[in-house]
């Protein structure tokens, strides 16, 4: 089974403090997701990487940086949080799975951020 | 642009009755994978079923989907609904390597 993990699994950040959240995925999948999930808004797709050195900006960016050093880790980096941003993020990777055809993805726990 | 359209934001229904959710695409691309995503309370959003063929029906765990390109639809099917199918459902499509969610469905299912 994949296997995604993200931490923290929740947090509680101040208004224009940094906030980075962690994933690391055992998968060995290039393609990596971070997306945050609002109610009325289903998941929204933040940043992405296809491999190692690479992010790619989703459908809503703004005020969020991504990082992903390795294969394994992927991480997503609130320079200045702000309460807009209180939401669920999740991560996901990648991959064809048990199921073949199209990239089948791997969500974590998720991370519960709240910024007050 | 691409898009995924599910049009219940909530559906609730009794328990025993036949389930199905409405999912449809928007997309140039010819060869569209869809996706149905299941996520349970305090859980995160895992795969149900995909389809990339036109016309035949896919299944898992009881639940049925059949990919309509002339409708651009892959609705959700179940024939009969249980307590534990209570959840959100996400339909998605993958197109041109990007994959887009739809806003998903509530289904609650009461005894």
């Known amino acids: 089974e994949a296997a995604v993990t993200q931490s923290p699994r929740n947090k509680v950040a101040v208004t224009g403090g940094k906030v980075t959240l ?95 | 642009g691409d898009s995924v359209t ?36 305090n859980e995160s959003p895992r795969l149900l079923l995909k389809s990339f063929t036109d016309n035949k029906r896919t299944e898992h765990q009881g639940f049925h989907a059949t990919l309509h390109k002339s409708s651009s639809s892959f609705h959700l099917q179940k024939s009969s609904a249980q307590l534990s199918d209570s959840a959100l459902y996400y339909c998605a499509l993958r197109s041109n390597n990007r994959i887009f969610f739809g806003d998903g469905t509530q289904l609650v299912v009461k005894p």
């Not at chain 1, 060995?28 to 998941?43: A, E, K, S, V």
């Not at chain 1, 791997?106 to 951020?113: A, I, M, P, V």
């Open chain 1, 22 to 116: 962690s994933c690391n995925q055992t998968n060995n999948h290039n393609n990596m997701y971070w997306y945050r999930q609002d109610t009325g808004h289903g998941l929204r797709l933040i940043h992405y990487s296809y491999g190692a050195g690479s992010t790619e900006k989703g459908d809503i960016p703004d005020g969020y940086k991504a990082s992903r050093p390795s294969q394994e880790n992927f991480s997503l980096i609130l320079e200045l949080a702000t309460p807009s941003q209180t939401s669920v993020y999740f991560c996901a990777s990648g991959g064809l799975g048990d199921w073949g055809g199209a990239e089948t993805l791997y969500f974590g726990s998720g991370t519960r951020l709240t910024v007050l």
């Open chain 2, 6 to 41: 599910q049009t219940e934001g909530l559906v609730t229904l009794t328990e025993g009755l036949p389930v199905m959710l409405n999912c449809t695409y928007q997309t140039i691309y010819s060869n569209p994978f869809l996706f149905w995503y299941v996520q349970h309370l």
